[in-house]
């Protein structure tokens, strides 16, 4: 009687873990789908004979009418690299390395800043754009690189770029 009750108890217990689980997965699947990633701003902006470097500061922005909360183990933002577009040259990357996500409703996640370092050689056309106005000068800064964030979803690696 005793182990029959036990066994119960312990398939109730793990058929709910899996059921939350399960829940959790579709619904950051969801959201995946749905997130509108983007640079906040840019600051720390240095130039020099070598390279120019720049502070980027990305985010998520959640449009659903759902939130998102986890702190578990199971999904976990791994890596963010920032690429040039036209060479797909790795500019620069950040471990990440978090499982704690928030993303409100209709909200924002603040990604952790990035530095990211530009061979001259490569940043050439974007110097130009110094005349310009700041707002300008980050929209089409931006405009010249591809962002991949890299999340593991219970063990299993995906790629988002943007």
């Known amino acids: 009687m005793k182990s029959a009750t036990l066994l119960t108890f312990g398939a109730i217990t793990i058929a709910s873990i899996l059921g939350y689980v399960s829940h959790k997965k579709k619904q950051l699947e969801t959201l995946l789908d749905h997130l509108e ?3 906040s701003r840019i600051s720390n902006f240095s130039l020099s004979f070598k390279r120019i470097a720049v502070k980027l500061h990305l985010h998520a ?4 009418e759902t939130s998102f909360e986890i ?3 199971f999904v976990k933002l791994k890596t963010l690299r920032v690429y040039h577009k036209k060479t797909n040259t790795l500019l620069a990357h950040t471990h990440l390395d978090t499982n704690t996500i928030i993303i409100p409703s209709k909200s924002f996640y603040f990604f952790t ?3 990211v370092k530009l061979p001259l050689a490569t940043a050439g056309e974007l110097l130009v754009q110094q005349l310009v106005k700041k707002e300008k000068i980050q929209q089409e800064f931006t405009e010249h ?5 890299e999340v593991t979803i219970l063990g299993k ?6």
């Open 61 to 64: 922005l959640n449009p659903t």
């Open 71 to 73: 702190n578990t183990g």
């Open 37 to 39: 990633f983007g640079v």
């Open 157 to 162: 690696k995906q790629l988002i770029q943007f």
């Open 145 to 149: 690189l591809t962002f991949e964030l």
């Open 113 to 115: 800043p990035i530095h």
